[in-house]
């Protein structure tokens, strides 16, 4: 079975903190991705990687950075937090190619005081 | 307009009842088709995944898509307490790795 892990499943954090959220999956997937998941809007995606040390932005990129420095390794950096980046953060990854589904971790549920 | 819709409900069945769950959608290079299930708190895992038009089952759960309508709808037979969840339907085009969700829709199933 795939298992994607998350770092945290609750944080609290103050307005202008740096915060980190870890993603590991263990398959050995090519892709992985971060999702934000709000009331009404659904999950809109942040970023994504394809590869070791790459990344491509997704649909709400700003106020976020990622790193990828080994496979099995996603991280989300919320440079200085503000309270609208109050939300759930779901990590995902997938093997690439034909075969796109992705598999989806537990999710950080995320307070920004 | 969104690329993909549904609405959020929240739907309310009786034990044992058929839901049907749907979708429509507006990118006609959609190829690849999942539904997802998401307890409450806890991340989507996969329920489902078609490639294409036409029918899948699996155990109480049927999927089918329309492409020439683009629809897509997830049945779901004998329902039970246990499948209150949110059910979100995800499509992607070939050769892309993004995926599209929708909102999601909430059901609840009454024992």
């Known amino acids: 079975d795939v298992k994607v892990t998350q770092s945290s499943r609750y944080l609290v954090k103050r307005t202008g903190e740096k915060v980190f959220l870890e993603c590991v999956q263990d398959m050995d997937h090519e892709n992985m991705f971060w999702y934000r998941q709000d009331p009404g809007l659904g999950l809109r995606l942040i970023y994504f990687?394809?590869?070791?040390?790459?990344?491509e932005k997704g649909d709400i990129p700003e106020g976020y950075s990622v790193s990828r420095e080994k496979k099995e390794r996603f991280s989300l950096i919320l440079e200085s937090a503000s309270t609208n980046q109050t939300s759930m953060y779901l990590c995902?990854?997938?093997?690439?190619?034909?075969?796109?589904?992705?598999?989806f971790g537990p999710g950080t549920r995320l307070l920004v005081l | 307009q969104k690329e993909v819709e549904q609405d959020p409900g929240p739907l309310s069945v009786p034990e044992g009842a058929i839901v049907s769950l749907n979708c429509t959608y507006s990118?006609?290079?959609?190829?690849?088709f999942m539904w997802y299930r998401q307890y409450s708190r806890k991340g989507p895992e996969l329920l489902m995944y078609?490639?294409?038009?036409g029918n899948k089952e699996d155990g109480r759960f049927t999927a089918q898509v329309d492409k020439s309508s683009k629809y897509i709808s997830l049945f779901i037979r004998d329902s039970q307490p246990s499948d209150s969840a949110t059910y979100l339907c995800a499509m992607r085009a070939t050769g892309y790795q993004k995926v599209t969700f929708g909102i999601g829709t909430k059901l609840q199933v009454i024992p």
């Open positions: 078609t490639y294409s038009s």
């Open positions: 995902a990854s997938s093997m690439g190619g034909r075969q796109e589904t992705q598999y």
């Open positions: 990118n006609s290079a959609f190829q690849y």
């Open positions: 990687s394809y590869d070791v040390k790459m990344k």
